[in-house]
T-cell receptor, first 117, second 116 residues
Framework: AQKVTQAQTEISVVEKEDVTLDCVYE???????LFWYKQPPSGELVFLIR??????QNEISGRYSWNFQKSTSSFNFTITASQVVDSAVYFCALSEAVRFGNEKLTFGTGTRLTIIP | GAVVSQHPSRVICKSGTSVKIECRSLDFQATTMFWYRQFPKKSLMLMATSNEGSKATYEQGVEKDKFLINHASLTLSTLTVTSAHPEDSSFYICSARTSGRGAEQYFGPGTRLTVT
């Protein structure tokens, strides 16, 4: 069974601080995808990144960076120089290859990030 | 590109009535659509997966007769909550994707259902 654990339920940091959101996953699949989504108060899920299991390169996009480590089954997300607009709930997710073309997403429980001005 | 809409965004209905929620892919053909449910301050739980032209596949514990899903075209899927009760009050989110392994899921803005 697929499982995604986000141990941090809530985090608060002062604006401009860096913050890392942890994500640990479990899967028996050798091929899988990992995702991060942002859910602001409006409720709409905003896609941030997708990473496949064969690509362990870290990725940086502006103030966002992701650290994928298969050895520890982790896919952590770091926001540098945080801003108030970063306040949201962040979900890590794992796709399961049930059969070709029908991958299901398993979501973690989310981390509520509050940036204090 | 890759925009998914949901209608309505909010709905309040009386207990015992049925409510239909629409999910549309506006600028791409969605071979597969997913329906999720999210309780306040909780994670998204997959309810069902629907492929265009075929019956939906429901997750364990989701009542098929209560949550009717129809995916009649490549751009539209509907979720009907039949005989709604207050415990069905939740945030319902759909997502849509094209074919191909790992194809991105694009999420709709969600529908907040309140059953009184």
């Amino acid at each position: 069974a697929q499982k995604v654990t986000q141990a941090q339920t809530e985090i608060s940091v002062v604006e401009k601080e860096d913050v890392t959101l942890d994500c640990v996953y479990e899967t028996r699949d050798t091929t899988y995808y990992l995702f991060w989504y942002k859910q602001p108060p409006s409720g709409e899920l905003v896609f941030l990144i997708r990473r496949n299991s064969f690509d362990e390169q870290n990725e940086i996009s502006g103030r966002y960076s992701w650290n994928f480590q298969k050895s520890t089954s982790s896919f952590n997300f770091t926001i540098t120089a945080s801003q108030v607009v970063d306040s949201a709930v962040y979900f890590c997710a794992l796709s399961e290859a049930v059969r070709f073309g029908n991958e299901k997403l398993t979501f973690g429980t989310g981390t509520r990030l509050t940036i204090i001005p | 590109g890759a925009v998914v809409s949901q209608h309505p965004s909010r709905v309040i209905c009386k207990s015992g009535t049925s409510v239909k929620i629409e999910c549309r892919s506006l600028d791409f053909q969605a071979t597969t659509m997913f329906w999720y449910r999210q309780f306040p301050k909780k994670s998204l739980m997959l309810m069902a997966t629907s492929n265009e032209g075929s019956k939906a596949t429901y997750e364990q514990g989701v009542e098929k007769d209560k949550f009717l899903i129809n995916h009649a075209s490549l751009t539209l899927s509907t979720l009907t909550v039949t005989s709604a009760h207050p415990e069905d009050s939740s945030f319902y989110i759909c997502s849509a994707r094209t074919s191909g392994r790992g194809a991105e899921q694009y999420f709709g803005p969600g529908t907040r259902l309140t059953v009184t």
